[in-house]
């Protein structure tokens, strides 16, 4: 469990440490009642519950039965293919390539999930439900953030860090605040299971990209070379298409050379001397 997170941010050239701290049982107690007292306002201002929302979403077409069904069976698979990944079908010895590919099927999973989710809370995020609720992850922030030096808190207010919520230091604070309340780690990437299994092998960098363990060139889901920048490159680097025709750093082909074929050479037009006689 983590309580307590400290950070540094820079200002006007300036480093600013501060320390996020987990919720006193008090603290956490005003910030209930203050998610509760905001939902209240939200239903006498008429704005939508979560079960509201969700039924305009059927009823526009945003969300469906299917979409519901698309993310459960998308969970299961993920779940699936990891027992798949560490225990194997109890059969035969599994190969490493066959794992790659389970993994990498995890990790196309796991992303068609995310987006779908995503989607889905995005349509969310005006209920009354999540409203009360970012409102009192705002209250939390508010009173948990302290600066390092002098233990003195950070805002004074709910109300001083809404009105500055969009700052550097309180996008820090908030983030640091997400590490403490769900367990968010800054590398939890690095902890996913199929992640887990790559890096064992060598099968990714650190910044958990493919490479090809015999090269080490980095790699898409397809076993295509890519640089640094995300381009299709060939052995020699130079960069290409899907089909492998070279283009140029600008993303254009580069041109063959043609044979003019369409323009006529011009006739060489004769030129006579007239001979003169001596007078």
């Known amino acids: 469990m983590i309580n307590i997170v400290e950070k540094t941010v820079e200002i ?21 009642r203050f998610r509760i007292k905001n939902w209240n306002e939200n239903l006498d201002a008429n704005i939508p519950t979560k079960k509201q929302v969700a039924q305009r979403m059927i009823d526009l077409g945003e969300w469906s039965d299917e979409k519901a069904k698309e993310e459960d069976d998308l969970t299961k698979k993920i779940g699936e293919l990891e027992r798949l990944l560490y225990i ?24 068609d999930l995310r987006e779908l989710i995503s989607q889905k809370l995005s349509l969310e995020q005006n209920s009354a439900e999540a409203l009360a609720d970012d409102a009192k992850f705002d ?7 302290f600066y390092k030096s002098t233990g003195k808190k950070v805002y004074n207010s709910f109300e001083e860090y809404s009105n500055k919520s969009t700052d550097l230091i309180a996008f820090t604070a908030a983030q640091a605040l997400g590490e403490i309340m769900y367990n968010i780690q800054p590398d ?35 076993g295509r070379r890519i640089n640094e920048e995300g381009f299709y490159v060939d052995e020699d680097g130079n960069r290409i298409d899907l089909e492998g025709n070279k283009i140029n750093q600008d993303g254009l082909y580069e041109m063959v050379e043609y044979e003019n074929d369409l323009v006529q050479p011009k006739k060489k037009t004769r030129t006579t001397t007239k001979k003169t006689s001596d007078s």
């Not at 006007?12 to 209930?32: C, F, H, M, T």
């Open 88 to 111: 194997g079908d109890g059969k035969s010895k599994p190969k490493l390539s066959e794992g790659r590919n389970i993994a990498i099927e995890i990790r196309k999973a796991r992303y």
């Open 188 to 222: 939890f990437e690095k902890d996913l299971p199929e992640n887990k299994f790559l890096s064992k092998f060598g099968l990714v960098d650190e910044e958990l990209s493919l490479i090809d363990p015999n090269s080490g060139h980095t790699i898409d889901l397809e």
């Open 12 to 32: 006007d050239g300036k480093e600013v440490k501060i320390v996020v701290r987990r919720p006193s049982n008090e603290i956490a107690r005003k910030a209930e």
């Open 139 to 145: 209250f939390l922030v508010a009173h948990c953030t």
